[in-house]
């Protein structure tokens, strides 16, 4: 008997001890996971705010110098980098159409004349004729009709007198413009400068029927530069004519140019549904290190702030696992942006905790502070990393049975 009450009691004591390891581990189980932070501090930063665009370097005043007649080309007198003053001959077509032309257009102005000095002769006989005839009508020697044939014959012979000098107008015209197509073949410089491009060379035909075939690129000074840079449509409104930029080309890797926008130009261009507009910066190439077409990768600097409260942008990003989703939502919405208000989760690495703040500058990494209860000194979390829970071990012994957690 006494040995059933043991066995009674012995298996109640071990119901009993296995039923509070199940409840272990179920709480195991389902206990929330210690929260670890990543925590970076608040301190004092230089926050400087850029654009950044690619560009390609031009000479500020760049002219293309065409043909205005078609022909062959038959001198060259400049080449690439060339330099050349205004009203230089830098190229030559050949003249000899031009040169027959100017010879038949003076002929047919020879001829005009000579029709006005002749018809201007028949004129003055015509008028000589009427004269007598109104003499001879006084004296009645001479009748109405003869009268009206000399009046009319006069008169049609100042109408040729008109008609030739119109045609002598005409042929001077044909001639200046004769002349005018012969000077065409000799190509003069425009500007001071330097030629940067040739297109064409000794024989070859260049036809001007349709628009001006361009034969030289001339930059009129490699000393003064301009970058046309693509700016985005996000960007361009931090932008003002005045502010400094600089800019890299592949040429000299890690040296940087220095410039000034000098004109935000209002026409867009879409390419791809991406719009951007053309910041022109002005840059001094005293060196004349910068070649035309050049690729630079330019920053603009809008905005700077020195020795300003700062926060990493992941801080303004970051927010506890056990934030409502309303409240990621709302904090997820937006990206750093200037004057706004944000929340950001001060930490000692174990706890966090919700702190509104006004945010003002970003530089893409930190964002400045302008309001708050925050500190220089402080850490806020930028990130969490779960804390390491000790294996779960049974009372029993063992490590078979137990529930490890989650790193």
């Keep these: 008997m006494l040995q059933k009450r043991v066995l009674v009691v012995a298996a109640i004591l071990l119901a009993v001890l296995f039923a509070g390891v199940g409840a272990w581990r179920w709480h195991v189980a389902h206990r929330k996971p210690e929260i670890a932070y990543k925590t970076a501090p608040v301190e004092k930063r230089h926050i400087t705010a850029k654009v950044t665009a690619s560009g390609t370097l031009s000479a500020t ?4 110098v065409g043909a205005q007649v078609s022909g062959r080309i038959s001198k060259l007198n400049v080449d690439f980098n060339s ?12 003249p000899a159409l031009f040169q027959a032309a100017v010879e038949q257009a003076q002929a047919n102005y ?3 004349l000579a029709g006005l000095i002749k018809s201007k002769a028949a004129a003055g006989l015509a008028e000589k004729q009427l004269v007598r005839t109104r003499a001879l009508k006084e004296t009645s020697l001479a009748s109405q009709q003869d009268l009206d044939t000399a009046e009319s014959a006069a008169q049609t012979a100042q109408a040729d007198v008109q008609l030739q000098n119109a045609n002598v107008e005409q042929a001077r015209a044909s001639l200046n413009q004769a002349r005018v197509n012969l000077s065409y073949t000799k190509i003069y410089s425009p500007i001071d400068g330097v030629v940067i491009s040739r297109s064409v060379d000794v024989g070859q035909t260049v036809a001007a029927s349709l628009q001006a075939p361009v034969l030289f690129t001339i930059a009129q000074d490699l000393r003064k530069m301009q970058v046309d840079t693509n700016v985005s449509e996000g960007d361009v409104g931090r932008l003002k004519e005045g502010m400094r930029a600089f800019f890299t080309v592949d040429a000299f890797p890690g040296r940087r140019f220095h410039g000034v926008i000098a004109q935000i ?21 005293d060196s004349l290190e ?14 700077e702030r020195k020795d300003v409260l700062a926060v990493p942008n992941a801080a303004l990003r970051f927010h506890p696992p056990d934030v409502t989703p309303e409240a990621k939502h709302e904090h997820k919405k937006h990206g750093p942006q200037a ?12 706890h966090a905790t919700a702190t509104p703040v006004q945010t003002g500058l970003t530089d893409g990494l930190y964002t400045e502070i302008t309001s708050g209860d925050l500190h220089e000194g402080e850490t806020v979390a930028v990130d969490t990393a779960d804390s390491s829970a000790p294996h779960a071990q049974s009372p029993l012994g063992g490590g078979g049975g137990g529930h490890r957690m989650g790193f």
């Design 110 to 112: 020879d001829q005009a």
């Design 339 to 350: 004057d706004e208000t944000r929340t950001v989760y001060a930490s000692d690495g174990a």
């Design 290 to 303: 910068l070649r035309p077409g050049m690729t630079a990768n330019v920053t603009i600097v809008y905005a």
């Design 61 to 64: 005043i760049t002219v293309q």
């Design 265 to 285: 130009r209002n026409a867009a261009t879409n390419v791809q549904n991406v719009v951007t507009y053309d910041a022109v910066i002005k840059v001094d190439n």
């Design 83 to 94: 330099p050349v003053k205004e009203k230089q001959l830098i190229a030559e077509l050949d």
